[in-house]
Each structure stands twice: as C-alpha cells, then as structure tokens.
C-alpha cells in the first residue's frame, strides 16, 4: 500500500515532513511496517502556489519481510523493513490517516489546501514527470487516481492531492537522502563550528555549509519545527552526520529518500520554445552581452535555430556572476534553470560553458613600412593612415592579440548559499546511478 500526502503547511508554521512522522506513527499503530525509507519528493520548483519548496511525501506501507533499518524518532524509534511480504489488514486505517492530517494540517489558513491519497497500485510514472515539469490540474490527478482504484481525500480546494498522487509516482533512479530533525516548539540553534567539522567529515553528505558566504545551509529559513536537514548520497552517511551536529535539542527525526540534487525537474528545450512554469536546459550562443541592471542582477540573451531567451543570474547567485558578466558573444553554453513568467528569463542555476569564442583585441596600430611609424586611425572601419607620407593600410593591419577570457570550457554552478532543491551539485555529476524501475 502507499500512502501521499501534500499541502498541509502554510508559511506561519508545519511542515509536511513534520506530518509524514505522525503518520509513521499512526502506521505503526495499525500494525503495519514501513517498507524502505519514507520519500520526500520535490515537483513543479516555479508552481506559482507552493509555500516554499514544493515538497510531497509518499510512504509504502504493509506486512514487511527481510531486514529493518532504522528511519526515525517519532515518540520512540522508528524502523522500515526492507520489502514488502503482505498487504496487510488496511481497512479502516484511511479514515484514521485522514483524521491525522485533520488534527494536524494548518485547515485555517489561506492557500493550505491539504491531500491524502491511499492506493495498492503506484500511479504511472508520467503522472510524476508532468508534475515536475509542468503545471497540473486536480481534475486530471483526479481522473489517474480513479484509474488506480486510490481512494482519496482533499481539504479546502483539494490541491494538494496532485503533490500527494505524484510523490505516490515517484520510482527512484537516481536519489539522495535527506535526514530532518524537528525543534517542535523549540528553539532553532546550531552550532557553526560543529556544522563545519561535520561538513569536512561526512563526505558523503553535501551542501551542509557555504564557507565563502559563512552560510549555515541546513538551517531552513521559514519559521517550521525543522531544527535543520542534512542531504546526502546514502541513509548510513546522513544519520551520522546528524551525531555530529550541537545544536537545541532533536524532538523528532526522519530520514527521507529524496529526489532532491537530481536535476529531475530539467527539461532539453529551444531557446525559442521555452515556457513560464518549467525549467530547462538550453543550449545556444551567447547573442547578447552581459549587463548588470539595477540590483545587481545580470542578463544575456542566448540564441538557437529555434529562436532567443533571455537568462538571469539574479544578485542571490553571488559570485556565479562573475563567471556570467565574462560571457561574450560567440560563446556556446548551456544554460539550466527555472524559468518565470514575467519577466520570461531562465533563472541560472548552473552553466556549461562548450565553446568560447576567440576574441581578439588591438595591441598595436601597423607601423609604416616606408617611415617605420606609427600609422594613425583613419577613423571608425577606415583603416589606417601614416600622418607623414599619406600610406594607407586596412583595418587588418594592427596588430591583434587574443584576449584572455578568465573562463575555462565546462561546468559552473551557484554557490551553496543559492543552491535550489532539485539542482544537482557539480559534486554529484556523474555520481548518480539510475536505478531499474523496478516499483
Ligand atoms: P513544503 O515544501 O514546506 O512542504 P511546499 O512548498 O511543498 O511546502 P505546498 O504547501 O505543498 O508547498 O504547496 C504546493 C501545492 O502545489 C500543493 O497543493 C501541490 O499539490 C501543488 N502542486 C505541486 N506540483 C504541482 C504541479 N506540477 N501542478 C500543479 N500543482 C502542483
């Protein structure tokens, strides 16, 4: 059985994670195992609706076989097991996961639109690609749902069971894991030092800490019971970092399969046939310089044979810019980013730079072959004129040199400060490794 859920926070406070615990717990309760580690799935990042990282859990369910590895301390420790043996006795137990998102989903407020979604069979898969690409509506997840034989509920408008039913459709290839730890009512406090120290000891982990930028990254920035998330390529490397992190105290744990720092929301797009809502990767030639504009914020145009798109590195990108503002006409690259509907710019979250262009510049003006001086500008495209004997030469005549660029063809990427959920650091290019669909 597998269980999504979506949409049960607000910006004041919750946090779908917080409720995937309670609902482990309630689980547990019934006499069922978790199978695997819980999901934390991350859709649609430009979805103009979501509180802040547009992220939906999905949890398998059952009678579980083979070994059981920890997953959490949700009021006692929590364990998976590893597959699944039998289905179980789930009747009954709906209603009783309903009324858990009831008691705890902030229902109150504005745009909290929660969805739980129970069902035997997964929903297809592309359910879960058009919800990380594109924008969805209920009544289609609706119709899929159907199709499955899920039952489902919705509160408020309902929205959230397009999250819930696409996290459900989530098959992991490749996948990181996130362990979050819950303040509840605490106070949110780590200890810098010990995130650093942890951040050089757990290579397996990444994005812990911006060292350029003093940024401590696992701390979330809204005011939810996280107490702070550790990302990493494997269960065993994030639960020990956690031990290595001083901080307020840890109420609760969950340790999370993710979709996370896998470029999963990227889509291959023309220059020209890039839509608001997505997030691309595109490959064109620089047709428009660099500018800074106001804010610090600075744009180039790239083109294909498909048409132009404007791209941005936003003043949050920091250094990144510096990289950008070297651009120059005639350099080929690949731009990856989200993609906004006013203004219509991919938003830059990394850059593969595949050809610079040979610029060259004036180091000399030609020298007179008959007075051996310094021939003078005839003026802008004139050429050459010696300002004694009256010698003209060509344009091509100076003596040009080429520039220096400061760029190397290959990868650049946001510091860590700006790193988005789904984008794949640099250091796991390569890493990844797509599993067989085997769900
Ligand atoms: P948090 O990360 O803290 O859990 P959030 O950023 O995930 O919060 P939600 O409150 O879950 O934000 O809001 C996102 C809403 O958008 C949910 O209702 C979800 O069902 C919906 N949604 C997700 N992906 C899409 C999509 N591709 N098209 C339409 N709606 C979507």
Redesign the pocket.
Known sequence: MWLGV?????REG????HLAGDLIAAINHAGLDVIGYPRLV???PT?P?????????AIQFGRGGGGRHLIGQVEGERYGRERLRAHGDTGGLFPQLVEVVRRRARLDTP?????LVMSRVKPPVALYR?????????EE?AAVLEDAGAVYRGFNDG????????ALAWRPGDATYEVITYRNGGRRWVDEESVRHMDRRCPDTFDNYDYLHRHVKILPA?P?PVLYGIRGESPEGVREAMHQVASSPVRRWLLFQTNQATDAHLEKTGAGEVRP?SSVAVTGTVSREPRTIRGGHVLFEIRDATGGVDCAAYEPTKEFRDVVRRLRRGDVVTVCGGVREEPLTVNLEKMFIRRLAKIREKRENPVCPDCGKHMKSAGGGQGYRCARCGRRAGEEAARMVPVERGLHCGWYEVPVVARR?LAKPLRRMGVEAPAPDTE
């Open positions: 979506d949409d049960t926070d607000s919750m946090c779908t994670t991350r859709l649609n979805v609706w979501k509180t802040r990282g547009n992220g939906a859990i745009g909290t639109n929660p969805g058009r919800a990380v690409h594109h924008i969805m509506d209920r997840v929205r959230g069971i397009i999250g819930a039913a696409a809204s939810c809502f959920h």
